[in-house]
């Protein structure tokens, strides 16, 4: 039985319909030949997530997510994923759609980099949101 964890680390959040988002996060990993070991989603602000971004990665700017990848066999994940809360408000908002759409969205990309998806160049990139679009399509809440 795959551990999907959800955590907030320092905002005030909790993800709605959290079984049925972790019954879709399975499809989405089992879809693509890959088992969930266990993911822990981390929910924090800008300011976390930059301070991660900059001790980590050496990038200082802010992002939506950061996805850790602790996997030490092919085809099992074990991750942390740290989304900021604060950059999915503000891009649903820029964006005009639900909040909800987009932090699946930021959800699932996640994931896709997991099993193997890139958004590093423009073709990557929209591959990248035609898997997240696709992976929308099968969330019924």
Known sequence: MPNINYFSEDVDFSLQHEEKISQWLEDIASSHEYRIETINYIFCSDDYLLDINKTYLEHDYYTDIITFDNSSNHHLIESDIFISIDRVTDNAKEMGIPFEEELHRVLA????????????????KILMRQKEDACLSLLKI
């Not at 994931?111 to 990557?124: E, I, M, S, T």
């Open 109 to 124: 990309h996640g994931l896709l980099h997991l099993v193997g998806f890139d958004d590093k160049g423009d073709n990557h």
